[in-house]
């Protein structure tokens, strides 16, 4: 079997998938009645590729989506002002807007400072999380034994409050960074492994039989199939465990930490500086919106072919 025609098969498929027809149907070309089937194909004088929008329509398209969070963000804004403003709840607990702004600008150095170092551990937890989560799904996808011997553990770690093993890992590992990230890899781990799982165990049947009648072996048969039909799956994971990361992050920080997002939330509650407690955690908010969005490109780059990739533009879940 050549390897263009096993990702013509998977391509295919994928397609068919989307479309709800059956993938053996679809990779094969004929329908359960034995007639072939019609073939919908891009629009002539595209040169065999879909159309693409233009920039325009895209920057209309990612306006129309932004508007309504937009219009809901303001509005909140709107609200807390409001309230602040009239000091219907008093401002050393809920801080005017023009107060956290002034906080952010006159200690915006030292708020990049622990930014970073959130940051981070953050980024460094959620790949290491990443890559153990998928190497775990494809293990527990792919032998009987070690799902059963492997998916407990990873539903007992995951019901373990982290928030009291963390006392526990920095006595273990110290006041560093090694404590923050290895919570971040602990919370983000399991989505991962669960949307992997999920993935790789929804391939069609009958697309692993065709595969295999075309002499695809293992590896090339989890790389051109099993591994793109999971991907939709696996990038819904990888969003909820981006976010998770940087939860990990801040609650290390919270337990042992010198310097982090984490550790000027504890200084600022202490002082009841609430001004600088909500610089933190819109610092906090920020993070985890940036990595999200990060993800949510890589999945429009990598799956431009799914159902949920068609409806709207990237940088957009509706």
């Known amino acids: 079997m050549t390897e263009n025609a096993l990702d013509t098969a ?41 159309s693409r929008p233009t920039l325009g329509r895209r920057a209309l398209a990612l306006a129309d989506s932004l508007w309504r969070p937009a219009l809901v963000l303001a509005a909140f804004f709107a609200a807390w002002w409001f309230v602040a403003a009239r000091e219907y709840v008093p401002n050393y607990l809920v801080p005017t807007p023009g107060q956290v702004w002034t906080t952010m600008t006159e200690q915006w150095s030292e708020l990049v400072r622990h930014t970073m170092v959130t940051l981070y551990e953050t980024v460094l937890g959620f790949v290491l999380a990443a890559a153990l989560g998928l190497a775990a799904a494809v293990a527990i996808a792919y032998s009987r034994t070690l799902d059963k011997a492997l998916y407990p553990i990873v539903l007992f770690a995951q019901v373990i409050p ?117 610089a933190d955690l819109i610092l906090m908010s920020a993070i985890g919106i940036v990595l999200f969005v990060l993800v949510e490109i890589a999945e429009a780059l990598l799956i431009p072919w799914h159902a949920s990739r068609r409806a709207g533009v990237p940088l957009t879940t509706s």
Do not use: C
């Open 10 to 50: 998977g391509q295919q498929a994928a397609a068919a998938r989307a479309a709800g027809a059956p993938a053996a149907s679809a990779a094969t070309g004929s329908t359960d009645a034995g007639q072939p089937s019609a073939v919908v194909g891009p629009p002539p004088g595209t040169g065999g590729r879909p």
């Open 162 to 278: 982290k928030i009291a093993i963390a006392p526990l890992l920095v006595v273990w590992f110290g006041l560093g960074l090694t404590p923050k990230i290895i919570l971040a890899v602990l919370i983000a781990f399991f989505p991962v492994v669960i949307s992997g799982v999920a993935g790789l165990r929804s391939t069609d049947p009958e697309l692993l039989d065709l595969a295999a009648t075309m002499g695809a072996g293992p590896w090339r048969t989890f790389r051109k199939i099993r591994f793109p039909n999971a991907l939709p799956h696996l990038m819904a994971g990888l969003k909820v465990a981006v976010t998770l990361a940087v939860v990990g992050a801040v609650v290390g920080e919270f337990v042992g930490a010198s310097e982090g997002l984490g550790y000027v939330l504890l200084l600022a509650n202490g002082n009841l500086d609430a001004p600088l407690l909500f």
